[in-house]
């Protein structure tokens, strides 16, 4: 049965590429750092991944990509260093109470 219903918006398929490129790209980093990197496989699991040192260590990470604003209170940004209107994340109740650290990455196209 064909439907010409968009199951994801543009703007969603985007966001979505971006999060799942931040994620790979903090896994290699993470990975030739030496950690030994595992990750999660619930799309509702409050951490992305598990990473754990030669010492046994682990911690809990969840990837954020950093974004910016391109409008504040109606006013264009376009001339504006990039940095300068990052949006800020912070970690959700459940993750402070689980230990999760937030990690941020950056976005390259």
Not at 42 to 52: E, K, N, S, T
Not at 84 to 94: A, G, Q, V
Request: glycine share 6%; aromatic share 6%.
């Amino acid at each position: 049965m064909a439907s010409d219903k968009k199951i994801i918006s543009e703007r969603q398929k985007k966001t979505s590429i971006k999060g799942t490129v931040g994620e790979y790209e903090a896994i290699a980093k993470l990975t030739r750092q030496g950690y030994f990197v595992a990750k999660a496989v619930d799309p509702a699991c409050p951490f992305d991944i598990v990473i754990v040192d030669r010492n046994g260590k682990i911690q809990l990470l969840d990837i954020k990509t950093n974004t910016f604003r391109k409008h504040k209170k109606g006013k264009s940004l376009k001339d504006k260093p990039k940095g300068s209107y990052r949006i800020s994340r912070s970690p959700t109740k459940l993750q402070k109470k689980l230990g999760i650290k937030l990690i941020m990455v950056d976005y390259e196209r």
